[in-house]
């Protein structure tokens, strides 16, 4: 019997039967019962002594060893930020865009966050990407952080922990996976073995649905393989549009296919030009009647801006030859020659080329413009036309959209004509005018500040005034950020 269990003996059947037990108690209480311990209350020690017993219990016990789950984390290198600028970053957390390039500016100056800001940091990130701006400037205990509360494997991790795959991946990953799962594994497969990766594909193409076929082909736009292109021509006769869709879609974003050659072939049959004293005149011909061929390729249609669109503006450059893309837009801004016009300004943005694309926008600005113009890789001179065409449009704010996806900076040409479009900027919900205005403040060089300064001073408008407010309240926020790196 051990002498906790002597010592309830004697609590339950009497201290007259069962003295207190006189010899060591557990490790726990043992070193503390002597003073708890009264020869002239037996009965008050051994309630003392069981208390001591409970609460010995309740706090568990000290071990004698820890071993540590994870290493510890790297010693920092990088110098904290100062205070204020820790309170100026806290104050740009309601404003993602301009706390983007805040943290950037960290990043690249060597320093990092104080260990205070890093979980909410993360936490902003957590249904997103980490960026390597923020992975820097969170600096070696935060990242320490991150592994830890996250685990390696959390998708906002997955861009700063990925390692280089070597080995061909699992492919159960792709036969039993799903949609997001397959679509990963085929994206790295190709990047190992492409030719490989396409077996697998062909291998199971039978029994997928056109959904799946459809996502999957959409895969093998990059990298491009050659030995891709029978597999992708071969889709453009499966049973389901969509997927023939994808096809199309792939096949005329290459560089080269036997897809843009018969592109090509019936363009060269499009446009006759004729030069005379009185300038250039463009005839526009009719495609002849769809064969099975055209079909085929998606062109059910005699419409020539159907080709138009689908051909790389540096063909039609060879084919306008020295007839200057200005006079082209002249001569095809006739009612009559919209349609062709528009496709053709969309062949030009497709290709970025600001030579075509921004005489053309002067001209005609594609219903469909989005689906060829991408604010963020297109050519400055191209999004700057882009903004002024847009200016006065307010259906669904376009202005926001393209604002947002700007590279920063921005340059002076593109910062000139924002400032000329701000009103449509503004355009839009309260929600909308907040992000864009966040967006504004974070790209546009600070010494634009004195600029909105008068501008704000000079609207009487109440909802644009309270709008360029805003935008000058967050680039004045920028301006102070940026004095605590100096």
């Given amino acids: 019997?051990?002498?906790?269990?002597?010592?309830?003996?004697?609590?339950?059947?009497?201290?007259?039967?069962?003295?207190?037990?006189?010899?060591?108690?557990?490790?726990?209480?043992?070193?503390?019962?002597?003073?708890?311990?009264?020869?002239?209350?037996?009965?008050?020690?051994?309630?003392?002594?069981?208390?001591?017993?409970?609460?010995?219990?309740?706090?568990?016990?000290?071990?004698?060893?820890?071993?540590?789950?994870?290493?510890?984390?790297?010693?920092?290198?990088?110098?904290?930020?100062?205070?204020?600028?820790?309170?100026?970053?806290?104050?740009?957390?309601?404003?993602?865009?301009?706390l983007d390039g805040a943290l950037a500016d960290i990043a690249s100056a060597g320093l990092r966050l104080p260990p205070r800001l890093i979980p909410g940091m993360l936490r902003l990130q957590q249904s997103d990407v980490v960026t390597q701006a923020l992975w820097d400037a969170i600096?070696?205990?935060?990242?320490?952080?991150?592994?830890?509360?996250?685990?390696?494997?959390?998708?906002?991790?997955?861009?700063?922990?990925?390692?280089?795959?070597?080995?061909?991946?699992?492919?159960?990953?792709?036969?039993?996976?799903?949609?997001?799962?397959?679509?990963?594994?085929?994206?790295?497969?190709?990047?190992?073995?492409?030719?490989?990766?396409?077996?697998?594909?062909?291998?199971?193409?039978?029994?997928?649905?056109?959904?799946?076929?459809?996502?999957?082909?959409?895969?093998?736009?990059?990298?491009?393989?050659?030995?891709?292109?029978?597999?992708?021509?071969?889709?453009?006769?499966?049973?389901?549009?969509?997927v023939r869709s994808a096809a199309i879609a792939v096949l005329g974003g290459r560089a080269r296919s036997r897809y843009l050659d018969r592109m090509k072939a019936r363009a060269a049959q499009i446009f006759s030009v004729k030069k005379s004293l009185l300038g250039v005149k463009i005839t526009v011909h009719p495609l002849p009647g769809p064969d099975a061929v055209s079909v085929r390729d998606g062109l059910s249609t005699t419409k020539p801006e159907a080709v138009v669109a689908r051909t790389p503006i540096t063909f039609w450059s060879e084919v306008f030859g020295a007839v200057t893309p200005e006079k082209v837009a002249r001569?095809?801004?006739?009612?009559e020659h919209q349609p062709v016009l528009a496709a053709l300004t969309g062949s030009a943005l497709r290709g970025n080329d600001p030579a075509w694309a921004v005489p053309l926008l002067q001209r005609c600005l594609p219903g469909d413009y989005a689906t060829y113009f991408d604010s963020a890789t297109a050519h400055p001179a191209i999004s700057s036309e882009m903004i002024r065409a847009l200016t006065n449009i307010a259906e669904t704010a376009p202005l926001t959209r393209i604002v947002a996806g700007l590279p920063r900076p921005f340059t002076p040409d593109v910062a000139a004509a924002l400032f000329g479009s701000l009103a449509g900027a503004g355009w839009g919900t309260a929600r909308q005018r907040r992000e864009a205005a966040a967006?504004?403040?974070?790209?546009?060089?600070?010494?634009?500040?004195?600029?909105?300064?008068?501008?704000?001073?000079?609207?009487?408008?109440?909802?644009?005034?309270?709008?360029?407010a805003t935008i000058f309240e967050l680039l004045t926020l920028r301006s102070d950020l940026a004095k605590e790196l100096r």
């Fill in 1 to 98: 019997m051990s002498d906790y269990q002597r010592m309830i003996s004697a609590a339950t059947v009497g201290y007259g039967a069962k003295p207190f037990p006189d010899g060591t108690f557990d490790a726990p209480v043992d070193g503390s019962v002597s003073a708890l311990h009264d020869t002239a209350d037996p009965v008050g020690s051994v309630l003392r002594v069981a208390g001591l017993y409970a609460v010995a219990r309740r706090a568990g016990q000290l071990p004698d060893r820890v071993e540590p789950s994870a290493s510890p984390a790297p010693p920092e290198t990088r110098p904290l930020i100062t205070d204020t600028h820790g309170f100026l970053i806290e104050r740009a957390l309601a404003a993602r865009p301009v």
């Fill in 139 to 242: 600096g070696s205990g935060g990242q320490w952080y991150a592994v830890e509360h996250y685990g390696r494997n959390h998708r906002a991790l997955r861009n700063m922990l990925r390692t280089e795959v070597t080995e061909w991946p699992k492919e159960a990953d792709y036969t039993h996976g799903d949609t997001a799962k397959r679509l990963s594994w085929l994206a790295t497969a190709r990047t190992l073995d492409p030719d490989r990766a396409r077996d697998l594909v062909l291998e199971h193409w039978a029994s997928e649905d056109a959904e799946s076929r459809a996502a999957l082909l959409a895969a093998f736009a990059s990298p491009e393989n050659d030995a891709d292109e029978p597999f992708l021509e071969a889709a453009l006769d499966d049973r389901a549009v969509t």
């Fill in 331 to 335: 001569a095809l801004s006739e009612t």
């Fill in 439 to 468: 967006h504004l403040a974070a790209g546009y060089p600070l010494d634009w500040l004195r600029r909105f300064a008068t501008l704000v001073d000079n609207t009487a408008d109440e909802e644009l005034h309270k709008f360029y």
